[in-house]
C-alpha cells in the first residue's frame, strides 16, 4: 500500500509544491486507488498533477467527515470530471465514501458556512455515493470505520463549527468523524482525517473492527491543537500503554501534542509531497 500527501499544512524542503489548511492523500492498495478528503480548495488537483497522479483514475473518493477543509476541493473535482468529458478525456466514476451527516450544514460562529459545499444528490452525478453508519470495505485491505463509538465526552476533539438541530445551532460534534484501516502484514494503519472522535475511541473501535490490537501507525490529523495541556498529559499517559508503533501527526495536530506523543512513540514528520509505503 502507498500513500502520498496531496495536501497537508506544511510543505517539505527541497519539494516544491503548495499547501494549505486541509488534508488530502491519493492511496494506492494494489490496483486499487483511492483519494481520501481533498482538502479546501483545488489545491489537491493542482499538486497531483505535479506528481504525475491522475485523479480522473479513482476507484473511490472517501470523506472522513464533512468539515470544509477537508471537503471543500469536491467542487473543483467536479470541475475536473466536467472537463475531462467535454474534451473527450476518459474518467472512472468513483464510488463516494462517507457517514450520512458529513453532508448535513454546518456553520461558524461568525456565520460562515464550514461544511461540505455539494450535495449528495450533486455528488451522483459523478459516481454512486454510499452513505453508511457502519464499516465497509474499500479494498482488500482497506475498511473505512463508519461511526465511531464515543465512551467518554472527554476524549472527543470538539469543533468551532455548529449544526442545525431542533431548529437551534448547537456545537457540532461532528458525529461523522471517521478514518480509514490498512490491514497489513504487522498489524493497522490508521489513516486519519482530523480524528474529532479521539484518538482512544478511534484506536479501540479500529482494533475492535479489524481484529487485530496491533496497531503499526497513525497517519494525519489528531485536533489536539488547541487541547488543554490536562488533556494532553492524559493523551500522553494513554499512548505510553497503547501499544502503537510509529506516528505520523499533522494537519490538526498541533506542537504540544506532538511533543508528547513523542516521549513514546518514533515520530515521523510529512507534509505535501510525502510518498510512504507499507509492504510493499
Not at 491522475?54 to 476507484?59: A, E, G, K, S, T
Request: some cysteine; proline content about 5%.
Amino acid at each position: 500500500m502507498q500513500l502520498t500527501v496531496l495536501v497537508e499544512n506544511t510543505t517539505l524542503i527541497d519539494r516544491y509544491f503548495r499547501a494549505e489548511p486541509g488534508l488530502s492523500f491519493f492511496i494506492e492498495d494494489g490496483d486499487t486507488r483511492i483519494l481520501f478528503d481533498c482538502g479546501y480548495s483545488d489545491l489537491f488537483l493542482e499538486n497531483a498533477a505535479a506528481m504525475g497522479i491522475d485523479l480522473l483514475d479513482l476507484d473511490a473518493v472517501v470523506l472522513s467527515h464533512g468539515h470544509i477543509d477537508h471537503t471543500g476541493g469536491l467542487p473543483p473535482l467536479a470541475a475536473h470530471h466536467i472537463r475531462a468529458g467535454i474534451e473527450g478525456r476518459p474518467a472512472k466514476d468513483p464510488l463516494f465514501i462517507t457517514h450520512p451527516a458529513t453532508f448535513g450544514r454546518k456553520k461558524m460562529k461568525e456565520g460562515g458556512d464550514a461544511g461540505c459545499p455539494v450535495s449528495p444528490e450533486y455528488l451522483s452525478m459523478f459516481g454512486e455515493v454510499k452513505t453508511s453508519v457502519s464499516p465497509q470495505k474499500v479494498s482488500d485491505r482497506i475498511t473505512f470505520l463508519g461511526e465511531i463509538p464515543r465512551t467518554d465526552p472527554k476524549r472527543t476533539a470538539g469543533s468551532s463549527a455548529f449544526i442545525q438541530q431542533d431548529g437551534r445551532w448547537v456545537p457540532d460534534p461532528v458525529i461523522e468523524d471517521s478514518c480509514l484501516v490498512y490491514h497489513g502484514d504487522d498489524g493497522l494503519l490508521l489513516i486519519c482525517g482530523c480524528t474529532h472522535a479521539g484518538i482512544e475511541h478511534t484506536v479501540a473501535y479500529a482494533r475492535s473492527v479489524c481484529g487485530d490490537e496491533r496497531v503499526a501507525a497513525i497517519i494525519g490529523g489528531l485536533h489536539l491543537y488547541s487541547a488543554t495541556s490536562g488533556r494532553i498529559e492524559e493523551l500522553s499517559r494513554w499512548s505510553a500503554e497503547s501499544d502503537i508503533g510509529v506516528l505520523y501527526p499533522c494537519h490538526c495536530t498541533g506542537l504540544p501534542a506532538i511533543i508528547a506523543l513523542s516521549h513514546h512513540h518514533a515520530i515521523t514528520s510529512v507534509g505535501v509531497g510525502s510518498h510512504l509505503s507499507w509492504d510493499e
